[in-house]
Nanobody, 128 residues
Framework: QVQLVESGGGSVQAGGSLRLSCAGSGYTYSRYCMGWFRQAPGKEREVVAAIDSDGSTSYADSVKGRFTASQDNAKNTLYLQMNSLKPEDTAMYYC??????????????????????WGQGTQVTVSS
């Protein structure tokens, strides 16, 4: 059973930066597409970034140029570097894992109900 544990959330002023981490364990497949979703109060959960087994990344338009997803395969850890944060980035951020050959571009279109594995989430709050 895949387990994902996020960390690194917190409160920051607009224009600031945070780096989220997601430590994974229990992987049984050789290839996974990893992702970051977020959910703001009263809004639907949305994908913000994805990175596939080949290291390719894709981003939602709302975060493109500000967020960077990366992974350290030796540590089984996924990261999300978030720069130039805006109040509208305030949300609970979730790490996800999808076994198989899904590409990062395909992952941007995945429905949350279809995602195989989720972390428990980490809160990000951006004040103006």
């Amino acid at each position: 059973q895949v387990q994902l544990v996020e960390s690194g959330g917190g409160s920051v002023q607009a224009g600031g930066s945070l780096r989220l981490s997601c430590a994974g364990s229990g992987y049984t497949y050789s290839r996974y597409c990893m992702g970051w979703f977020r959910q703001a109060p009263g809004k639907e959960r949305e994908v913000v970034a994805a990175i596939d087994s080949d290291g390719s990344t894709s981003y939602a338009d709302s975060v493109k140029g500000r967020f960077t997803a990366s992974q350290d395969n030796a540590k089984n850890t996924l990261y999300l570097q978030m720069n130039s944060l805006k109040p509208e980035d305030t949300a609970m951020y979730y790490c996800t894992a999808e076994p198989g050959d899904m590409t990062a571009i395909q992952a941007l279109g995945i429905m949350p109900s279809s995602v195989a594995y989720w972390g428990q989430g980490t809160q990000v709050t951006v004040s103006s």
